[in-house]
């Protein structure tokens, strides 16, 4: 795995902070309709130029532009994106359109974050801010956690955790005996799962987590597609049930280690774990994160890693952040 001397992860930024935000909204879905609703008790601090989707909202009043084409968007002249696309070409386009005008990035959208490093190096080097608080962990502050650790002096020895809500809450079902059809459209229901499960259930959104949290904590490029990951599909749901009935809870656990030779591993694994064991005892859309650094402290997260509230809450953060001139 190659260092990108190009992220440049501490270089301080340059851009002035806007006073009063103009902001699109790319997508409006689960994540989007939460930041929206919080967006629009700002307006001294925020003003929403566009939303974005892929099916015309009629009916649409006010002096937001509900739009479905993304440069139109843009040439409402946004000072600001929150990225609330799926996993798609067009989510890929639409943030190098923003790094390439100059527009500040918020994004939840952690595959194609982990997908393309240069996003973050040429927004970086163009000194306007790419922050991503609720790619990982949802409302769990896992990527700000390792970025103060980091800038503490810390090094990061290895990161171990339970970190797609939704894989989570799939086994949960499926530990009670739910089918696997049925468990999944109780997380898409429940607006954990996308409408393409696809990601979460064969561990590549966990691996792109696990790549981000090593840009953060290393600075280092690994491509998602390269981490190990079982996938949910790889095991009989009657081994997940039978297991509980043993006292074994299936987990979706990933992992991240650095090596004394500075090599980074990492990979995703169902585990079966004892159901005293911290991350047998997630439940449901939770996530919970473990980082342990050289010093010896360790430090464990737990909360909500999916859904409307803690995703919404995070991205509102990067936000805040953005308007009073904090660091990412
Ligand atoms: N849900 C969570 O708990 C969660 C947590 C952390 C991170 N995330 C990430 O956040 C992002 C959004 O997730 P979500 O759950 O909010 O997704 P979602 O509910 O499926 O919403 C996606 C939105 O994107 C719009 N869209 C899709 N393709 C488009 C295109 N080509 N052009 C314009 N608009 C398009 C959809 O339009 P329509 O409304 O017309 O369909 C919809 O409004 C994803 O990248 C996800 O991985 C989600």
């Known amino acids: 795995m190659a260092n990108l001397a190009a992220l440049e992860l501490d270089r301080p930024e340059t851009a002035p902070r806007p006073a009063r935000l103009r902001v699109v909204l790319l997508g409006c879905g689960t994540v989007n309709t939460g930041v929206l609703d919080a967006l ?28 479905t084409d993304i440069r139109d968007a843009f040439d409402t002249g946004p000072d600001l994106v929150i990225d609330g696309l799926p996993d798609c070409p067009a989510a890929e386009k639409a943030l190098d359109l923003a790094v390439e005008r100059g ?13 393309r490093p240069d996003l973050e190096a040429r927004a970086r080097d163009k000194g306007i801010r790419f922050a991503y608080s ?53 997380a898409q ?95 449901n859309e939770e996530n919970s994160v473990e980082i342990v650094c050289e010093s010896g402290l360790k430090i464990v997260l737990h909360g909500k890693g999916a859904g409307q509230d803690p995703t919404s809450g995070s991205v509102l953060a990067d936000v805040r952040d953005l308007l009073s001139g904090g660091e990412a």
Request: aromatic fraction near 4%.
């Open 134 to 186: 609720a790619a990982v962990g949802g409302g769990v502050p896992v990527l700000e956690t390792i970025q103060r650790l980091t800038a503490s002096g810390e090094t990061i020895q290895s990161v171990r955790g339970v970190l797609n809500g939704t894989s989570n809450f799939v086994l949960g079902l499926l530990e009670q005996g739910t089918g696997f059809d049925p468990a999944i459209a109780a």
């Open 40 to 67: 629009a008790l700002m307006p001294d601090r925020v003003e929403i130029a566009a939303v974005v989707t892929r099916r015309r909202r009629p009916g649409q009043t006010g002096r937001t532009a509900w739009l």
């Open 189 to 283: 229901a429940a607006g954990f799962a996308e409408a393409d499960p696809s990601a979460d259930i064969d561990g590549l959104d966990a691996a792109a987590k696990l790549a981000l949290i090593a840009r953060k904590a290393y600075g280092s490029a690994i491509d998602t597609q390269s981490i190990p990951a079982d996938s949910l599909l790889s095991i009989e749901p009657g081994r997940v049930c039978g297991a509980r009935e043993n006292g074994l809870r299936y987990r979706q656990v990933a992992e991240l280690s650095r090596a004394e030779d500075g090599r980074v591993d990492a990979r995703v694994r169902l585990i079966a774990l004892p159901e005293d064991h911290p991350l047998a005892r997630v439940e």
């Open 103 to 115: 527009i500040h990035i918020i994004s939840a959208n952690k595959a194609v974050i982990a997908r």
